[in-house]
């Protein structure tokens, strides 16, 4: 299992813009299926975004599609989500998790491994 950590998360205006990456130890960057979901403040956690390591064939749930690009660095074994025109309902932990499986209609499989979050917090 691979461990991920994340980096990045802040505060920001909305209309602004962040970066979140999330880099993987270990020797070989194994994961089939690399992805970022969020939790706010009394909600369930929810897929955002997810990415095929392979050929880079991603997922965006509706709510960021058009605004978050998923991308990866496959040498620097990181998984990166840029968030564009932030909105106030943005604002969320947003973990980093590590798949099996993947769909471009739903994201990632089971969770094989989670980062610890960083809080995004965009303020109106």
């Known amino acids: 299992q691979l461990q991920l950590v994340e980096s990045g998360g802040g505060l920001v205006q909305a209309g602004g813009s962040l970066r979140l990456a999330c880099t993987a130890s270990?020797?070989?960057?194994?994961?089939?299926?690399m992805g970022w979901f969020r939790q706010a403040p009394g909600k369930e956690r929810e897929a955002v975004a997810g990415?095929?390591?392979?050929?880079?064939?991603?997922y965006y749930s509706e709510s960021v599609k058009g605004r978050f690009t998923i991308s990866r660095d496959i040498p620097k074994k990181t998984v990166y989500l840029q968030m564009n025109s932030l909105k106030p309902e943005d604002t969320a932990v947003y973990y980093c998790?590590?798949?099996?499986?993947?769909?471009?209609?739903?994201?990632?499989?089971?969770?094989?491994?989670w980062g610890q979050g960083t809080q995004v917090t965009v303020s109106s």
């Open positions: 990415l095929r390591v392979t050929d880079s064939i991603t």
């Open positions: 270990g020797k070989v960057f194994t994961y089939f299926a």
């Open positions: 998790a590590g798949s099996a499986g993947f769909s471009s209609a739903y994201g990632l499989g089971s969770i094989e491994s």
